[in-house]
């Protein structure tokens, strides 16, 4: 028995350098720059702030404070947390306290004999082979990757509320522009219709302007459902009820300067989903250890003091008191494979987590590269629709005057017309698209939504 207590250099257990080499031989060399288009300088933090917005802020906060996602998150971190606990608990001697009485005698017999028991028992598995400890290490990592998910989890959440607000703003803005295609369509209708009736037009214009007018009023009603539907999806993540009376502002917010995207090697560090990643490696390593030490024969010391007494009185008698101390080694024989195939699950799930983390690693630089390319095409979209709607509405205004003079034909002012809907609309829609992308683009680095 001394010598397996005198063995701790014969542990499985492995060094923690060893599961964090294997981790990062699965990512590629990081380059020392973006290949797209940044801002040079350290990631920033509190990037919620950056977009001006005080009802943003507070929606975020809300959101934090509320959501049932996070709240659920939250719950696990808790739980990975007891159960590390519960795993370090092994490490210590379990001691338990028995207390008993019981009366015999023979039947038809007055004679009667009570008997006091009182007894502690204490054992304790001596974890020679670091079995117990790999388990403890394992799940202190599980519990590290609950807490990163957790964080991330709330990043995502205040990125998510942004994406959301913006959206809803858009609704808002889409509706506008819906609406004043609506009336712009009704004042067309009713300069043909007086047309119409002093017989300087014939009935088909009337019926194209009514046909579009229907038209426009039929989007109307879908962007109007739409910004509804934003409205009740923004709620939901704020853990409102999904009512659609959420008031936002009427304009997009101004879209803020594209912030500093630091070095990509950075990101492996800084994400906590990446971080959560590489911890669950770690318990990947440690799960392999421990089903590894489990093939070992086990030590186990127990040891016991008690007392026996007719009376309680004397039940703490040293005279009535017994002790007894023992060591036992239970070595595995056979069971069938049992063991053995659990090494080999803990291995694949080794591999897995492995794989898992490569993956995620890409996967994050890839969003950072995509997202500061998306900032650039984004901005030249933007130049290129901004001209585009201008210079639309200045045809309109030409193409409506030539039909009121008589030197067009109603089919060219509705063409127009629409080329100004599409030009507003796509317009719209990328200035929400850009203050989209810069929110992408601080979760895809890892920035935090508040400062730190």
Known sequence: MAAFLLL???????????????????????????????????????WIDSFADPTLAELVREAQEHNKNLQAAAANVERARALARQAGAALKPTTGLSVGGARSGVTGSSNQTDQLTVGVDISWEVDVWGRVRAGRRGAVASAEAAAADFLFAQYSLAAGVARGYFLAIEAGRQEEVAQETVDAL????????????????????????KSDLATARDRLVTVQGSRRDAQRALELLLGRY??????????????????PAGLPSEILE??????????????????????????????????????????????LDPANLAWRAGASLLAPLFDGGARREQVEIATADQKQSLALYGDAALKAFGEVEKSLDQGVVLSQRRGELEIAAQEAKEAYRIADLRYREGESDLLDVLAVRQRVL??????????????????????ALGGSWQAE
């Open 270 to 315: 800084r994400r906590p989903d990446l971080v959560a990643a590489e911890r669950r490696v770690a318990a990947a390593f440690d799960a392999v250890d421990q089903a590894r030490a489990a093939r070992l024969p086990a030590v186990q010391l127990t040891g016991s003091l008690g007392g026996a007494s007719s009376g309680l009185s004397s039940l």
């Open 422 to 443: 599409v030009a507003d609309t796509n317009l719209v829609s990328v200035e929400r698209q850009l203050l989209d992308q810069r929110v992408s683009l601080h979760l």
């Open 186 to 209: 009704e004042e067309t209708l009713r300069i043909v219709s007086l047309r119409f009736e002093n017989g300087m037009v014939g009935a088909q214009d009337v019926s194209l302007a």
């Open 242 to 259: 999904p009512a659609a009376e959420l008031e936002v502002r009427e304009s997009l917010p101004t879209l803020p300067p594209g912030p």
């Open 8 to 46: 701790p250099g014969c542990a499985v257990n492995r060094p923690p350098e060893e599961a964090t080499a294997a981790a990062a031989a699965e990512v590629p060399e990081p380059p020392e720059a973006w290949t797209g288009e940044e801002v040079a300088g350290d990631v920033q933090v509190g």
